[in-house]
């Protein structure tokens, strides 16, 4: 069964500061994703991973990709009071059967950046 | 790029009735669908997966009894909670398969449903 396990689940930041929110999974897959969620909305996507070393960035935010450790970080740079949400990873199951091309969530990091 | 809408956005029923949510693909094909609930606070939990033109597939403790899904189109997935209780509250997402962007999940905007 697939996990996915996400530290830290509570992120009190000051503005201006660096961070990382890191997303570790159990067992194999293909691809791996970064949504945003604002209070009473959906997800929003920020990022796909594919490969090994896959690193994206989108303004202050970078997520990089480790296959072989089953680990993906989400670097936050220079935060800003926008970035107040809540993040997920979450893994796609590819290793086939039933449970085939089903996404499984972290647990969440609720982020607050404070002035 | 793709789009998915669900309706209604918000509803707020008696307990013991019942509640249809509409999820549309709406500029592409979508063979699968998927149903996530969320509590709040909490992750995204997978309920089932609806096929078009066969029967939904349920996660293990989803009674599928209750939570009634039927793809009768390749654009329209619909989630109906059958009397419905007050632990049913809860923010309903789902999200739709575009095979022609590598089998992308492309999210709706959601449905909060309050059971009185």
């Known amino acids: 069964e697939l996990k996915v396990e996400q530290n830290p689940l509570f992120l009190s930041m000051q503005e201006g500061k660096n961070y990382t929110i890191y997303c570790n999974y159990s067992?194999?897959?293909?691809?791996l994703y970064w949504y945003r969620q604002d209070p009473g909305k959906s997800l929003e996507s920020l990022f796909v991973l594919l490969s090994n070393g896959a690193v994206k960035q989108e303004g202050r935010l970078m997520a990089s990709l480790d296959t072989k450790a089953r680990l993906s970080t989400l670097h936050i740079t220079a935060a800003v009071h926008d970035l107040s949400a809540t993040y997920f990873c979450a893994v796609r199951n590819s290793a086939g059967g039933t449970s085939y091309g089903k996404l499984t969530f972290g647990q969440g990091t609720i982020l607050t950046v404070h002035p | 790029g793709a789009v998915v809408s669900q309706h209604p956005s918000w509803v707020i029923c008696k307990s013991g009735t019942s509640v249809k949510i509409e999820c549309r693909s709406l500029d592409f094909q979508a063979t699968t669908m998927f149903w996530y609930r969320q509590f709040p606070k909490q992750s995204l939990m997978l309920m089932a997966t609806?096929?078009?033109?066969?029967?939904?597939?349920?996660e293990q403790g989803v009674e599928k009894d209750k939570f009634l899904i039927n793809h009768a189109s390749l654009t329209l997935s619909t989630l109906t909670v059958t009397s419905a209780h007050p632990e049913d509250s809860s923010f309903y997402i789902c999200s739709a398969k575009d095979r022609s962007s590598y089998n992308e999940q492309f999210f709706g905007p959601g449905t909060r449903l309050t059971v009185l």
């Open positions: 067992t194999t897959s293909d691809r």
């Open positions: 609806s096929n078009e033109g066969s029967k939904a597939t349920y």
